[in-house]
Antibody, heavy 118, light 107 residues
Framework: QVQLQESGPGLVKPSETLSLTCTIS????????WNWIRQPPGKGLEWIGY???????NYNPSLKSRVTISTDTSKNQFSLKLGSVTAADTAVYYC????????????WGQGILVTVSS | DIQLTQSPSFLSASVRDRVTITCRAS??????LAWYQQKPGKAPKVLIY???TLQSGVPSRFSGSGSGTEFTLTISSLQPEDFATYYC?????????FGQGTKLEIK
């Protein structure tokens, strides 16, 4: 059974960079699209971007200038960096897997709350 | 971006009721639509994909239909564990977007 687990700081200061890692267990990082999605408290879901195991990325244009997603295949992990954060970036951040480009998210992490505050 | 509008945003219903949630897309998305259920403090869970295909392990009281720009999620007989928030998601084009959610509450 594939399991995903987000990790990283729960508090980030304004203007700094948010950094999160998703660790994959029970399966390989190969052959799937690995995504980040976020959900501000009490609000809906926003797709941030994905990385294919080969390294190809695709980001939401609304965040593209501030986002980098990368993989560490040796550790079966992928990571999110979001720069120049503001209070509007406060959200639960989820990592999730897609089988293909027009596929749904079939496995999700439990989510991690990241608060942007000084 | 493709906009998805769910209706209603809030729904109050009783156990054993039949309920339907609608998701309308701002442009045609073929059948590239998924439905998720989210309970408080938990990650969303996929119920339906490709508009009408039931995810393995999901009870058969859940069903989906539609194509193009209008889609529906139907729960044939509500159970206590079904009270949650439901989201549609289009997977036709990037950025992939979600509806604003429908919160299903106990009457």
């Amino acid at each position: 059974q594939v399991q995903l687990q987000e990790s990283g700081p729960g508090l980030v200061k304004p203007s700094e960079t948010l950094s999160l890692t998703c660790t994959i267990s029970g399966g390989s990082i190969s052959s799937y699209l690995w995504n980040w999605i976020r959900q501000p408290p009490g609000k809906g879901l926003e797709w941030i971007g994905y990385i294919y195991y080969s390294g190809t990325t695709n980001y939401n244009p609304s965040l593209k200038s501030r986002v980098t997603i990368s993989t560490d295949t040796s550790k079966n992990q992928f990571s999110l960096k979001l720069g120049s954060v503001t209070a509007a970036d406060t959200a639960v951040y989820y990592c999730a897997r897609k089988y293909g480009f027009n596929w749904h998210f079939d496995y999700w992490g439990q989510g991690i709350l990241v608060t942007v505050s000084s | 971006d493709i906009q998805l509008t769910q209706s209603p945003s809030f729904l109050s219903a009783s156990v054993r009721d039949r309920v339907t949630i609608t998701c309308r897309a701002s442009q045609g998305i073929n059948n590239y639509l998924a439905w998720y259920q989210q309970k408080p403090g938990k990650a969303p869970k996929v119920l339906i994909y490709a508009a009408s295909t039931l995810q393995s392990g999901v009870p058969s009281r859940f069903s989906g239909s539609g194509s193009g720009t209008e889609f529906t999620l139907t729960i044939s007989s509500l159970q206590p564990e079904d009270f949650a928030t439901y989201y549609c998601q289009q997977v036709n084009s990037y950025p992939q977007t979600f509806g604003q959610g429908t919160k299903l509450e106990i009457k």
